[in-house]
């Protein structure tokens, strides 16, 4: 069965320090990943996604991720990390095998604080 | 361009009542996903439709649920009659082809 799962709850930074927010994966063949963050009363706002190709993803607002098919990972990253970017940040992959099944799985979602 | 809007933002109803969520997809769109959220757990699949027609309706909890999507527009989320479970944020989401979903801003509905 596909399962996404985003270790930490929350993850506190300082502005201007580099921040991780980690998701792993298990889905059969090869996955489709997505980053999407909540910023509060707002909603669902994607970042990036990882298809093919190249395993480093740059996204919007200076995010970017890196895809590892051996520890079947998909960290989100970011080099300095802004008070702006506190919000619950969710990972989610879909499989691409066949047929039309598009349906997203998801992790339970990362709040992201960063103190000023 | 506009993005994907849902109405009503909040609802509260009471158990047994019914309520109709409403979602317009980004013009254009052919597929039209319905998820939610329940409190503390994570989002979870609805179902989805390709233009009108049913492409998945796997995550659809029970038959108090109904989803229409008349003439590939709009869509309703009907629930009826509503449950406490049934509480939590449900969200719309539209895409085109095999690109990454645009999502509204939800429906927080609380059941009492």
């Known amino acids: 069965a596909q399962s996404v799962a985003q270790p930490e709850d929350q993850v506190n930074v300082a502005e201007g320090n580099p921040l991780t927010v980690k998701c792993t994966y298990s889905v059969s063949g090869n996955p489709y990943l997505f980053w999407y963050v909540q910023y509060p009363n707002r909603g669902l706002q994607f970042l990036l996604k990882?298809?093919?190709?190249d395993n480093l993803v740059k996204g919007s607002y200076g995010f970017e991720a890196e895809f590892n098919k051996s520890q079947t990972s998909f960290h989100l990253k970011k080099p300095s990390a802004l008070v702006s970017d506190s919000a619950l940040y969710f990972c989610?992959?879909?499989?691409?095998?066949?047929?039309?099944?598009?349906?997203?799985?998801w992790g339970l979602g990362t709040s992201l604080a960063v103190n000023p | 361009e506009a993005g994907v809007t849902q109405f009503p933002s909040h609802s509260v109803i009471e158990k047994g009542q019914t309520v109709t969520l409403r979602c317009d997809p980004i013009?254009?769109?052919?597929?039209l996903y319905w998820y939610r959220r329940v409190m503390g757990k994570e989002i979870k699949f609805l179902l989805h439709?390709?233009?009108?027609?049913?492409?998945?309706e796997s995550g659809m909890p029970n038959n108090r649920f109904l989803a229409e999507r008349t003439g590939g527009t709009y869509s309703t989320l009907k629930v009826q009659p509503a449950e406490l479970e049934d509480s939590g944020v449900y969200f719309c989401a539209s895409s085109q082809g095999v690109s990454e979903a645009f999502f509204g801003q939800g429906t927080r509905l609380t059941v009492v």
């Open positions: 990882y298809i093919t190709g």
């Open positions: 989610a992959v879909r499989g691409n095998n066949a047929g039309n099944n598009r349906k997203l799985i």
């Open positions: 439709f390709v233009k009108e027609s049913k492409q998945d």
């Open positions: 013009s254009g769109h052919d597929n």
